[in-house]
């Protein structure tokens, strides 16, 4: 059994001249393109120092551009000499100067001697095509594609959309059913002479001439005419990005090479000495007949694809910003927000501190100054009490608070009194649980002794602004963990509900809150609230309170919290 290798070349000679030797050495014969890119020096030295070998050739040389007609008319010229020259090839393998064998040659001629007549080309038709990227699957075979995509961009869009503006269909050959796949082939001799020797050739060649990238579709298609049999994968482990490039394997990734069990692997670092040093070492373990698999590792490249998309949940990563349309979490670990608590509450922080253990800090937004735990000036991560900083990017500024402090939870006050950027964050932020008393703000209001006029239209943009905020809250884009409380609804059970938010917060098995922060005073609050209402001012998001409120006391009655999620 004889395997013809067809490598096409564009760079690092030295090492597609190691992998051309192993080659050699293995028993296969090497018909070798290289791009006439190349200057003529640097190929008549490459010529030169492989002139030792018997069973290496030379096709014509073609100008080869990614997504053009060359790369086919290169593989033509090789594929055409190698079955004049070597009338004892069986298969020919399509491999590129970046590949690498990963398994014994004698490995592959067993498993090719075992199916003589099999096909392994990627084919499929355009419909069941999965990895296309840029939008054009069907249309680049009803097209034509006269620019070069990488050099001429702008003239290659520009024709694109004339051509679908005016309604420009090419009409396909007779015959023919375009279909898709990798580059990387083995074919058959009789298959592969059979495309090379068509009739038609002439007219399929002039078509694929003007088909976007018709090096994956031009042998994958007419296959379909020769073969008997068609094993649809291809031999050549090659992964690609979302962005449709390929992953280039260094050295750290010698065991994830091994365990796909593949033949030959595209695309190889020039510089990656291990992965060559091993796997072209003719001593190098046999795989005992492992049928090539490279869906063993497809998990560990999804979630590579996933990492480059999303990134770590709400971390800086080398590769890519914080994105808001690609990260599904906003911040990197849980955290808490309180609205309303320290206005109802006395010294709700250090309370709230010890039954939980969490670190609990003011109002991070509050307009003039960060509000730090003990009002320290700088906290983690030497983030600054400064609000213009803070302001500069106050997104960023959470990210980085609950980045900097890993492992402790953190707790924040927050209210319509503060700056709002965050709003919109926080409702969306899977981590985020958000504890709500509606209301609330009209407290340190009542216990002013301010001119009422004044009182009035702070409390008017202060309840509109909460109601904005709760929209947020209540929107169906709201992702955290939320409870909203009127106050009426509050005061009536104050325990349960501090009963409910520690639980979250802390460990599920602490017992049941022996203690409260003490309540402000909320006498005459009802008829303050009644005060605004004959001003003209409506107070609605405090609930129905009375005139004259029943005096605060623990009750058996079930608190009812509004759960958004």
């Not at 999965?130 to 249309?139: A, C, F, N, Q, R």
């Not at 034509?144 to 396909?172: C, E, M, N, T």
């Not at 003719?282 to 996933?306: L, W, Y």
């Not at 990260?327 to 206005?343: I, L, M, N, Q």
Request: glycine share 6%; with cysteine.
């Amino acid at each position: 059994m004889t395997i013809g290798i067809v490598m096409l070349v564009h760079t690092a000679f030295d090492r597609a001249e190691e992998v051309l030797r192993h080659w050699v050495a293995g028993g296969c014969p090497v018909v070798v393109h290289v791009d006439r890119s190349v200057d003529r020096k640097r190929y008549d030295g490459f010529v030169s120092r492989l002139s030792d070998l018997e069973n290496v050739r030379f096709s014509q040389r073609h100008r080869c551009e990614w997504g053009t007609w060359g790369l086919v008319a290169a593989t033509q010229s090789a594929a055409e000499l190698m079955l004049e020259q070597f009338l004892d090839v069986e298969h020919v393998y399509l491999t590129s100067g970046s590949c690498l064998p990963l398994r014994p040659i004698h490995e592959l001629r067993s498993y090719l001697a075992a199916r003589p007549r099999t096909d392994f080309i990627e084919s499929a038709t355009t419909a069941d095509v999965p990895w296309t990227v840029g939008g054009l699957d069907h249309e680049r075979f009803t097209l034509r594609f006269p620019f070069s995509w990488r050099k001429h961009r702008y003239l290659f869009d520009k024709y694109v959309a004339f051509q679908r503006r005016i309604g420009f269909k090419r009409r396909i050959p007779s015959g023919i059913v375009p279909h898709m796949g990798s580059q990387w082939w083995c074919l058959t001799r009789q298959t592969l002479s059979a495309i090379l020797q068509d009739p038609e050739r002439e007219t399929y060649d002039k078509y694929f001439r003007k088909v976007w990238i018709p090096d994956e579709s031009y042998f994958q298609t007419l296959a379909r005419l020769y073969s008997p049999n068609i094993e649809s994968r291809s031999l050549t482990l090659s992964k690609f990005d979302f962005q449709g490039k390929p992953h280039i394997f260094y050295d750290d990734h010698l065991q994830l090479l091994r365990r796909s069990d593949c033949f030959v692997a595209r695309k190889i670092w020039p510089r990656a000495n291990l992965l060559y040093k091993t796997f072209l070492d003719q001593s190098e373990t046999a795989m005992k007949g492992a049928e090539p698999n490279p869906g063993k590792i497809d998990r560990i490249f999804a979630r590579a694809v996933e990492r480059r998309l999303h990134g770590r949940q709400g971390l800086y990563m080398q590769s890519r910003f914080p994105t808001e349309y690609f990260d599904s979490r906003f911040t990197s670990a849980p955290y808490s927000v309180f609205e309303g608590f320290t206005e109802l509450f006395e010294d709700f922080e250090p309370w709230l501190a010890k039954a939980t253990g969490a670190r609990v800090h003011g109002h991070l937004y509050a307009p003039e100054r960060v509000q730090f735990e003990s009002r320290q000036s700088t906290f983690s991560g030497a983030l600054s009490d400064s609000a213009k900083l803070r302001d500069y990017n106050p997104q960023m500024f959470l990210r980085n608070l609950v980045w900097n402090t890993r492992g402790e939870r953190q707790c924040f006050q927050f209210g319509p009194g503060d700056r709002q950027d965050i709003s919109w964050d926080i409702a969306k932020d899977p981590n985020a649980q958000i504890s709500v008393i509606s209301g609330a703000w009209a407290i340190p209001l009542f216990q002013s002794n301010r001119n009422f006029a004044d009182l009035r239209t702070e409390a008017a943009e202060l309840q509109r602004t909460e109601d904005e905020h709760l929209g947020a809250l209540r929107s169906i884009y709201a992702k955290a963990r939320i409870r909203i409380w009127t106050l009426a609804e509050f005061i009536e059970t104050p325990m349960e509900a501090l009963q409910s938010v520690v639980d979250e917060i802390a460990d599920k098995n602490v017992r049941r809150l022996a203690e409260a922060p003490r309540m402000v005073d909320l006498k005459g609050f009802g008829q303050f609230l009644q005060n605004l209402k004959n001003q003209g001012m409506h107070p609605y998001l405090m609930g129905d309170f009375p005139v004259d409120p029943a005096p605060t006391h623990k009750s058996t009655k079930p608190s009812k919290p509004y759960l958004v999620r």
